[in-house]
């Protein structure tokens, strides 16, 4: 990845957000499950047969080039409560399907990296299995980046070049291949974007935008404390001194990164951006897209009710929306 972000490591897991008041979901009866199989998981048959045995009541949909993911989760809105089988990308459009619908959203990590899982505290689909049965849900943050929403990360500028460049070259020679490719191209071509980030003008190699504050604070942002901050965790690397682009090198190269003048970090509740090269160039969850000239981050007005482990630490059955009982389940 252009931007290095360590695995977390499936032991000690833990989601710390606000509990809400849940129903369980023991048979999948009111649940519909969006299965997205070319989200890059090997083990998505095991998840689907899995599913069919553990979740025999549940409504299974199946994305495919008939039945695109959009309209899948269309087909989906009869039911009570969402669920997503599929990488971060599915998962981001899963929860602005269930933020739309007022409806909770479970989470089957079938991708190949599940960051958003894996901050719930769900390292399989038994976690999230767990949780369905126990109606143990909590109500986490979603940002916005002009407009689109995030669980996850959002960027502009270099990043949203490399994945653009990264998928045109993936389904030639595989994604990991084609993302060291595309990194070795990005950073020999890029320049700086020119911006005013809360009025103050920057130019902008890589720009970080974490849904809530992430750790450890170096350039390797691998987990987050807490999913329900109302914070965004900023981190950049700034071009606007001639050298920039050697240091830049230079520090990636040798891993001194985090140490260089040429990265900065700031917690925000909101940020503003104004570009003076044109409309920008988005990305949020790993999906591109275009934005506008100015452009705002900022929290959705509604947190994101989803499934997961019972580890969480706050206050236990506070009511919020989304949290609806489906038809025939069990107490």
Same mark, same amino acid.
């Given at each position: ?179 060291? @490719?595309?990194?070795?191209? *990005?950073?020999? !071509?890029?320049? /700086?974007? &020119?911006?005013?980030? %809360? #009025? ?67 917690? @925000?509740?909101?940020?503003? *951006?104004?570009? !003076?090269?044109? /409309?920008? &160039?988005?990305?949020? %969850? #790993? ?45």
């Amino acid at each position: 990845m252009l931007w290095p972000r360590s695995p977390s490591e499936p032991a000690g897991l833990q989601c710390a957000a606000d509990a809400v008041a849940g129903i369980s979901i023991p048979s999948g009866a009111g649940l519909a499950i969006v299965l997205n199989a070319s989200a890059g998981s090997s083990s998505a048959d095991d998840i689907i047969n899995a599913l069919r045995s553990k979740l025999p009541d549940a409504a299974l949909i199946a994305v495919n080039d008939e039945l695109p993911l959009a309209r899948a989760f269309h087909e989906a809105e009869a039911a009570t409560a969402l669920a997503i089988v599929g990488g971060d990308g599915s998962v981001n459009a899963a929860a602005e399907s269930a933020l739309a619908t007022n409806r909770p959203l479970a989470v089957l990590p079938g991708g190949t990296l599940n960051h958003f899982a894996r901050d719930l505290g769900i390292a399989d689909p038994e976690g999230t299995l767990n949780a369905l049965r126990g109606g143990d849900l909590v109500a986490v943050d979603v940002g916005l980046i002009d407009g689109k929403p995030f669980l996850n990360t959002a960027s502009f500028g270099t990043y949203a070049a490399f994945v653009d460049a990264r998928e045109r070259l993936e389904g030639h020679i595989g994604k990991w291949a084609a993302a060291f @490719v595309a990194a070795a191209r *990005v950073l020999r !071509h890029a320049e /700086p974007v &020119r911006v005013d980030i %809360d #009025g103050r003008q920057r130019q902008i190699w890589m720009i970080f935008i974490g849904n809530c504050e992430y750790q450890p604070p170096g350039f390797a942002p691998s987990r987050r404390d807490r999913l329900d901050d109302g914070l965004f965790d900023v981190r950049y690397l700034d071009g606007t001194s001639r050298a920039s682009r050697t240091r830049f090198v230079i520090a990636l190269i040798t891993g001194q990164l985090s140490r260089s003048k040429v990265f900065h970090r700031t917690v @925000v509740r909101s940020l503003e *951006v104004h570009s !003076h090269d044109g /409309p920008l &160039r988005l990305a949020r %969850d #790993g999906e591109t897209f275009d934005g506008g000239i100015d452009v705002r981050i900022a929290k959705h007005p509604d947190r994101l009710v989803t499934y997961a482990p019972r580890t969480h630490s706050s206050t236990e059955g506070r009511p919020v929306a989304g949290a609806r009982e489906p038809e025939g389940s069990g107490g």
